[in-house]
């Protein structure tokens, strides 16, 4: 299994104003940074999106138009998406989270029996919702 490679937060700051992020993706992006874990329907509920597109889709986009600021960090982060995923698919959505664990060491989805939405939870660079640490 590849490690994860970390994201250097000022780079990725200086993307984020880049990237050309419509308010609704900026809202998301800021959104899963600061509540640092989430699903589909809490982030659905917290930010009140519309159930079409699916906020995933929405977060996944966002994040594609970030990765073209970064283009070596989102390869590799992107080489480490598809280690991770039981079928070997990269998401690019990976560049800002990753799926959850619980304490036994299964995947937070519901093909693992552990969750009702898979679960993600934000790379610990990018979390900021302890404020300056």
């Known amino acids: 299994m ?7 937060v000022e780079a990725f700051e200086l993307a984020l ?8 993706e900026l809202e998301i ?10 699903d ?8 009140a999106l519309p159930t079409k597109p699916p906020a995933l889709y929405r977060l996944n986009k966002a994040c ?20 991770q995923s039981p079928d070997q698919i990269s998401w690019t959505g990976n560049l800002v989270c990753s799926i959850g664990f619980n304490a036994d060491g299964e995947r937070l989805e519901p093909e693992s029996g552990t969750v009702l939405y ?5 790379h610990k660079e990018l979390f900021n ?3 300056d640490t």
């Open 17 to 24: 104003e880049n990237a050309g992020l419509d308010p609704s």
């Open 64 to 83: 594609e138009k970030i990765a073209v600021q970064l283009p070596e960090q989102a390869q590799q982060m992107l080489k480490w998406s598809v280690s």
């Open 40 to 47: 589909e329907l809490s982030l659905r509920k917290s930010l």
């Open 118 to 122: 898979h679960t993600f939870v934000v």
């Open 2 to 8: 590849i490690k994860r490679p970390r994201l250097d």
């Open 29 to 38: 992006i800021e959104h899963i940074r600061y509540i640092g874990i989430f």
């Open 129 to 131: 919702g302890l404020g």
